[in-house]
């Protein structure tokens, strides 16, 4: 059976739209059955349910990056903006092969055309015309999972003589031991006795440190200690402790954060520290704050907290929520929603909010019901149920229920007949409820008859 690839791709002029389809064209040519748009796409069809259909369905999805797709998707503008909503669903919530998204890069460098959520992974180049041909068996490689870089078979263990290995290896040990301990000492010592970069202590004091140093911390790097001290000590980026708290700070770094990157702790105390993109934390609180972000969420992208804190605590375009309620809201989203894109939360809220062509709820009752959408439906589009709800809550062409009834009615599409065209029930509806040319029910008596035809 061929295998199936949607292509995702931006209009970034004809030139590229005509490359586009002549890569999917050769595709085809080659086995693949395409979806492309300036195909598929016609005349009173959903765009939004081809796009979901097709990304779900497909058993690859191919992703032309460039610097305008990387744009669009980073803002979630447009239909690559939709697209990425679905994809990065897919992704992180592991639904999928890892093999099913493929990066092709088109033009630009990967750091100008790759989308954030694609830029870890391994693309395909086709930026140079001359290497087409290599891409494309690359690509159809992939395509027909035909491996050409084979593991060589794994062998048998040789046999070793251990007695001379382990003598060998520990006279080497001990000769590298005895070398290094003399070096490290110098070192440590130099550093404590220095009065410009280092410690500033006096010959004794410097030389019994050097001493506690090799005795306690020998397989420790002793420029993870300088760094630590420095950062703690300076007073314009850093702690601004006093040389005697610096030492004691960056001690306790060596023994509880060690294997700790601490960039990422300097990044989480300015940000905790800034009143004017931050938390603005004081001094004191900041440095808990960071070690809390250390302990507890080392492994997560501090960036991610610092978007869902301003989305919360955004007045105009946001949650609105005080700044240690806007805390609270980001840290819960670290914690329960990590892999979930964001801009899906904040177009449900938007949405839920909204009075005008939304649902109309309060701030509250619109946060409850975007985190329910997160919870309930993250990969289903919020667009369909937008179209459900609207025509549900329309009195002149639609069913005319109130808006907490037209939001159940929504709901239960969503559940019920996601997969289904909603166009075939309105059409269903509109002939069982028109008395001129239709059955001329009710309706409550057409609705029932619209539902049972799309079942």
């Known amino acids: 059976m061929?295998?199936?690839?949607f292509i995702s791709y931006s209009w970034d002029n004809l030139n590229h739209k005509k490359w586009v389809k002549s890569l999917a064209s050769l595709l085809r040519k080659n086995g693949v059955d395409i979806k492309l748009?300036?195909?598929?796409?016609h005349l009173g069809m959903d765009i939004t349910l081809y796009m979901e259909t097709s990304i779900r369905e497909s058993d690859f999805v191919l992703l032309i990056c460039t610097p305008q797709f990387a744009i669009k998707a980073n803002v979630h503008s447009g239909g690559v903006g939709y697209e990425k909503s679905i994809v990065t669903g897919e992704i992180f919530t592991n639904m999928v092969s890892k093999r099913k998204f493929i990066p092709l890069l088109r033009s630009g460098t990967p750091s100008d055309s790759l989308p954030s959520y694609l830029k870890s992974r391994v693309f395909v180049d086709f930026r140079d015309e001359k290497s087409f041909e290599k891409s494309l068996t690359i690509l159809l490689q992939h395509f027909f999972e035909?491996?050409?870089n084979n593991?060589?078979?794994l062998g048998k263990p040789?046999?070793?003589n251990k007695t001379i290995i382990d003598t060998s290896l520990q006279e080497i040990s001990e000769k590298k031991r005895s070398k290094s301990k003399l070096e490290l000492f110098k070192e440590t010592y130099i550093f404590a006795s220095d009065s410009s970069i280092g410690l500033g202590l006096a010959n004794s004091s410097a030389k019994e440190w050097a001493e506690n140093w090799i005795i306690s911390h020998y397989n420790k790097d002793l420029n993870i200690y300088k760094e630590a001290y420095k950062f703690a000590k300076d007073s314009s980026i850093g702690l601004g402790l006093t040389s005697s708290s610096a030492k004691e700070w960056a001690k306790n770094w060596i023994i509880s954060n060690y294997d700790k990157n601490l960039n990422i702790y300097k990044e989480a105390y300015k940000f905790a520290k800034d009143s004017s993109i931050g938390l603005g934390l004081t001094g004191s609180s900041a440095k808990e704050w960071a070690k809390n972000w250390i302990i507890s969420h080392y492994n997560k992208d501090l960036n991610i907290y610092k978007e869902a804190y301003k989305f919360a605590n955004d007045s105009s375009i946001g949650l609105g929520l005080a700044s240690s309620k806007a805390m609270k809201w980001a840290k819960n989203w670290i914690i329960s929603h990590y892999n979930k894109d964001l801009n899906i939360y904040k177009e449900a809220?938007?949405?839920?909010n909204d009075s005008s062509i939304g649902l109309g709820l309060t701030s509250s009752e619109a946060m409850k019901w975007a985190m329910n959408w997160i919870i309930s439906h993250y990969n289903k589009g919020l667009n369909i149920y937008k179209g459900a709800y609207k025509f549900a809550n329309d009195s002149s062409i639609g069913l005319g229920l109130t808006s907490s009834e037209a939001m159940k009615w929504a709901q239960n599409w969503i559940i019920s007949h996601y997969n289904k065209d909603l166009n075939i029930y309105k059409e269903a509806y509109k002939f069982a409820n028109d008395s001129?040319?239709?059955?001329?029910?009710?309706s409550s008596e057409a609705m029932k008859w619209a539902k049972n035809k799309i079942s």
Do not use: E, N
């Not at 809220?349 to 839920?352: G, L, R, S």
């Not at 001129?436 to 009710?442: F, R």
């Open 151 to 153: 593991k060589p078979p």
């Open 37 to 41: 748009d300036q195909w598929d796409i």
């Open 146 to 148: 035909k491996q050409v």
């Open 2 to 5: 061929s295998p199936t690839c």
């Open 158 to 160: 040789p046999k070793f």
């Open 436 to 442: 001129s040319i239709g059955l001329g029910l009710t």
């Open 349 to 352: 809220y938007k949405f839920a």
